[in-house]
Structure formats: structure tokens, C-alpha cells
């Protein structure tokens, strides 16, 4: 252990914190914004240059969009000029359906998050950016986390959450038993193209499924296509990224995108399911870091806000005073509300990798479009009718 100056000296020199979040993608910075509005220091930081793009299809949920709007959040995030979503166009294994997916709203990662980030520092956070984190140890009452920009710094919080999302997570490198059977998982891409033209309409998800993965496009502010993927690593080794994409687009009857090829594409690590943790001694996972799951219309955002939103009451009594028993409070709470959620998404990603069900489940909604509303107000949160939503 190495010996740390008096506390006093410490909160001084901004090495003290009742809580470093680590990870300013939405459920870091929700979390974040959350604990500063309820009155403790919080220090946010992200290893990324902000605003910084994300590899994401940039759809938020109806049910998303209605988180927000609980939060205070929404006049922010509407000001971005996202496209307001209505459609939802699925297309694969020689069919295709249009469905009603009223109530969200498409837009660029980097403007949303940015806005996210924003609205926290507007709370009272200190964010820091290009700022790696590494987790330390937890004792005396603290956990240390260290901080690495131009220089290495040191500094301690009553309480750390892990919101360094997909992969690469604040104890990656420590623990590499959380990349076990890395290989057969899809790899995410993404990349926004300047596209004119009146191919990929306006306010519909376009969603293409194929053998070796699925590839959705959607506008987002400023008539820009936001292009992503989630495909076969076998794929992506092959052909490339943009090839893959124009593959799935083409086997799927969607219209080709010109310069697939040429566009800097954003990846991610192989898309894992599960974390082996999602709470230690003073420390918390969240979003992405606590479990990830294949999104279809726009889900992964709000499961972060969400996770966000439902672990800030326990981590406000987890910095006024740490009790052993709030790591399994946490598992409980966090697998209680949100793996009912995911559930829904993990079926359907499982279905439409078969392509016997998967044909079957498409044929049935081409030929009776009203079973599709039901799919959309589970996965999507919105009925067609236009009532509240709720988490499933
Ligand atoms: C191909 C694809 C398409 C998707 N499409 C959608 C969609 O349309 N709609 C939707 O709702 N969801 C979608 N998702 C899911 C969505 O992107 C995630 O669920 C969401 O971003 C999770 O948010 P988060 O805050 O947990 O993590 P992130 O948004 O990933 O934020 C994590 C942050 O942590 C930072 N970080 C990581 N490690 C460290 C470290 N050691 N030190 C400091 N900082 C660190 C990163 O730089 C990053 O900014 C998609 C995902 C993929 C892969």
C-alpha cells in the first residue's frame, strides 16, 4: 500500500471525492449529474476527447426519449435537431416489414453525449477528458483509482462506478477472464456518412439482416446517415468493414450506399453478454459495463440511463457509509429490473440468427402487420396508439 497524504491535504489538491465515475457515455454522465444534484463532489472522467463519436446506431427508444424527459433532459437533448422516429423498416431472409415505431428520436452520439456531459458539469461534476482510468485497491474507507493524462495521479473516492462501457472497462486489464470466449462474438461498427438523396428517408430505422449480421441506417441531424453494424468477426476478416456492410445491405434488398469502403469506421471489442461482476468493495458497474445486449431500435442508451438512474439511491447511502451487503443489493436490483428488459432483445437476436425462425418470424408479420405491434412496444416501449410506456 503506499502511504497517502492527511485527508484534508487531499480533498485540497482535488485527490479526495465522495465519487469518481469513470465512463461519460449516458450512464456516466446520468449518474454523475444525479449524485451532484444530491449534493455530493463528483468527478467524472473519460479517456476519449469529448465530444467524441461512439460506435452506436444513434436511435433512442420512445422509452428512452420519455427517461429524459423524467430527468429534465429532454429541452437539451430536442435542441440537437435528431430526427423524430416512425418507422421501422426490417428486412432479411427474402422479406420485409414496415412497422409503426412511433415516439423516438435519432441523433449523432457525439451531439447527445456532449449535451449528457453537459448537463452533468451544469449539476456541479468536474469532468475530465483524456483521462484513462485504471482501478486500484479499496481500504480505509476509500477506493483509489488511478488517473492517467500527461501525468499519473492518484485519487481516492468513498465510492467508484464503473461506466467505462463495452469492453476495454475500467478493470479490463486486471481481470482478463472478462474476455473469455471472445472470438465468437459480433464485432460493432459504425461510421456517419454525408449522403444526400431521398434513399433512407428521414425518420425510419432501416434494419438489415443477414448471415453474418444485421445493419441499420438511419438519418440523423444535419441529413446525415448514421450507419451501423453488428457482424461476424469471420466477416469483418474477409472483406473489411465496409464491404461486410455493403453485403448485408445487398442480401437484405436495401438500396447500396456509395463509399462504404472509404469511410473511417469505428469498431468495438468482440460484443460480450455478460460481466463476471457488477459490484466490489466501493464499486459499482453500470450501462454497458454491467452486461451488454444486442439493441435492435434504439434500446442500449436507455438500459444506461436506466441503470443509471435506478443505482444512484443506493450509491448516495454507499458513500455515507459502505456496507458489504450493497454489492449484492446491487446484483439483485440491477439484474431484477433490467434482465426482464433485456430479455425481449436477447430473444430477438437469437431468432434472427436462425434463419429458419428467423424467415418465419418476418413471413408472419409481412402477412399480418398487427403482430408486429406487440414486438414494438417490448422492445421499443411505445405503442402504436401512442400510450405510455413502461419497462417491460
Ligand atoms: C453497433 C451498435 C449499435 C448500437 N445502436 C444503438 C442504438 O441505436 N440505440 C441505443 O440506444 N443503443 C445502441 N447501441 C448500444 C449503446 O451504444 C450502448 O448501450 C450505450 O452507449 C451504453 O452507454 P454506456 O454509458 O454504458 O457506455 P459508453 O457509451 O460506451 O460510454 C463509455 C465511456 O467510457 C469511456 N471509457 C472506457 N474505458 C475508460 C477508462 N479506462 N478510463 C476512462 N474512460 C473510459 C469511453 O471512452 C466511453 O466514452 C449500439 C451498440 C452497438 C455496438
Redesign the pocket.
Known sequence: MIGFPGKDERQRSGCLWDVVV?????????VARELALAGTTVLL????R?P?N????????AR?VEQLGQLGLDKAVNQLGGKALHRLKLGGWGHLVSLPLPGGI?IS?SAL?ATLVNSALAAGVEFRSL????MGEAYDGFRSVI?RSRTKLEVMASLVID????G???V?DSEPERVDSANSHRI???AILDHSGDRYESGT?HMAIGMGGYV?V?RVEGDRL?V???LDPDLIRLHGVGVAVSYVLDAACFEPIQGLDSVPWKG?PP?MQEPKWLAKERLFA?????G?V????????????H??TLLAPLALKAIKSWNPSMAADWVSLRRGELARAQRDCRWFAWALRHPFIARGVLRSIESMPVLGGPLVRRLHGSTVSGAKTTWP
Open positions: 469513470v465512463g461519460a457515455g449516458p450512464a456516466g454522465a446520468v472522467v473519460d479517456r476519449r469529448f467524441r461512439k460506435v452506436c446506431g444513434g436511435c433512442l427508444s428512452t435519432s452520439r453525449d483521462c484513462h482510468a485504471e488517473l461506466a467505462s462501457g463495452l476495454d472497462s475500467l479490463f460493432g461498427c459504425s430505422i441499420g438511419v448514421n451501423a453494424a453488428a468495438t460484443m453500470i450501462g454497458d459495463a454491467s451488454y444486442e439493441p435492435f431500435t434504439g434500446e442500449g442508451i436507455g438500459w444506461a440511463i441503470s443509471a
